[in-house]
């Protein structure tokens, strides 16, 4: 059996309890086996490595999923909140939701996924350095203000590590040699320092941060009690916990595990001697079951000895408690935003005409917040670069706390591309790809694509032509960063009907960016009898029968139209200085004089007049066969001021088919000329310089039986 992370959101994974020893999960029902089933599946395809890795926070494809910041007043650089004080006294629960849903939004505006800003201990005095950061002196209120924010920030996915777990009621030297004891009677703890704490996790938060103080003698992080005991065997919480830093060598990280603290809010090595375990993992003992291997104690004389990934004793306890910390932070990623909704792909459809600049705005009936980042053409292999020495440079710069960050950025110049790649200063992760134009050039080819890009101050457009030849074409533009996003349409250039199949990138609600398939119907903008040809139409037409074949793409005077492609005729005595008519109010009775007295110019010029037309031939562009002849539909236009004119205009093409035709399929090629315009200028004005000649053109199969 094989389980997907994806698949473990909202099951709950049901923990067994060790008694001397030995591992017991009692007596679970089968719907519990059935659970815990699914997480042994998921869990047993991790090898210990990255069993460890959840642990200590690592990026990369599996972490803890804890991002962002900590602070309840200054979150991630973005709005400044009243002091926890301040909000507690407004005495508005209302306000308190409302409140935790701005920072659930902006948490995941900022890419963030966890919070460690929820802070709820309790103000002993005035002078603490943090109470700023808690609610109130009040147990009960600061639970009340908690329960409201909580709802809030989850509601949008992110979890919330509520701090610090518990009786931190003092900054002045709280971390000093393991930091400062802490004693209380237990009815105190429950009903003031605990209260609110109880109140978040019996809510369903999705996280803790541990404290820096001792309990007693026990440092926080370390206290098998108050993780176990209290927190998960009586409260019933199933999450991660992350600790509060660390307190370096007072506190070895193996003991955290062991108590409890599944997630490391620090770097694993940055006190060496204090570090994790690592030991290495023996897949052979046990049968084949494999175990970990730890250093024995002269193995870790050395400074940091005890973080060599090697080892020589057998330890089932370092597996044991190694494997529960990664099945309670996979808990808390899998019930979070980390999952983004658990939104892995999207399906878009659209139906297109064929022809050119054809727009269309790509929708979604999930979400109203659709915009497409990308076509995905892919990347370069490694067979793609084999031969090509990259340059790479350096490049310093500053994270949001003003930090110097180094990245290195490495470029390959292929034959058709340059390929861009920035890499982390480990130079272990690679963070950025991208795709451009050689050097002199305003475009690319890879993938079998062009790429043409153009920028303006808000937006970059870019033209992906398919190659060879440029059949399909497709265009979308990205807003640049600060404008209003408007790519959530994609312009269309085909003269091939059919379905096609684009793969692309979008970011839906404004944070989760996945791939999507957007799936295209081309079809014609003409059609047979009424209905629109789509690709693989064959139309029957019986001896001594006919087709109509007319446009509801192009309709003259239809104001009312899908697509507002209105047909415009209009006519000239020179041939520069056209009138419309019967466009307008105002002018169509002057157009409708000019055509009545220039009929013979007309006849002599007949590009004076711009009115639609169709020609028919067969599909090699030769004359039609004898028998099969055409006919124009003529129609009375009617202006908008419900004037009816003599003269008439073109509006379809019948084709017809003698009794003499011989039976068998015949290829038809129907084109239509036009002029048309999208929209009046106001009302019913239209600009007739805005009109524009525009060529449909189709071959239709016709069976004559």
Known sequence: MTALRAALTGVPYHEPTVIDGVVSFGSLSAQELADNAKWDAYMNALSYTQLVTYYTGAKGPLSGGLTGSDGPVSFGGGANWPTCPVTASTWNKDLWLAQGEMLGTQALLNGTTGWRGGGIDTHRTPFNGRVFEYYSEDGVLAAYVAEAIDDGVTSKGIMCYWKHYFANEQEYRRANFGGVSVFATEQALR?????PFEAVIKNGTAGVMTSFNRLGFVQGSANYASHQKLLRDE????????????????????????AGDSLLNGKWNEFPDGGITWGQWDATARGGKGVVLIPTEEECAVPGGNNV???SVPSATQYYVIRLAAIRDVYNEVNSCVMKNNATSMDFSVTAFAGIGQKYQVTSPDTKDVSITAFDIGWPTETDLTGIVPTELEVQGLDSRNRVVITYVRTYLCPTYKYVETWNQAKTQRTKQELLPLDGQSSFIFGGWKVTSTETDTLITKTYEKQPGKDV???IATAKTGTSPVNNFITVNSSTLGELELAVTVTVDSWIT??????MNVISRLNVDGEVISAGDEFTVAKGSEILVDSDYYRYMDMNSLYKHIVVSSYSTNGSTFMARSEDQSASDYAQIIYDEYLALYAEHPEYKREPSYTVTMADDTALIAGITTENVLITPIGFANLTYTSQIIDGVKIKVASTVASGEYQIKVVLNTYSTNKPTGGSWFNIGSTRLTTVEEVITIIVP
């Open 473 to 475: 074409s497709f265009t």
């Open 191 to 195: 009903e003031i320092y605990l209260r």
């Open 514 to 519: 996945i791939p999507a398939t957007i799936k």
């Open 235 to 258: 409260w019933g919480y199933r999450g991660a916990t992350v600790n509060d830093r660390w307190c370096k060598y007072w506190m070895p990280q193996d003991l955290m595990l062991r």
């Open 309 to 311: 990934k090697s080892g």
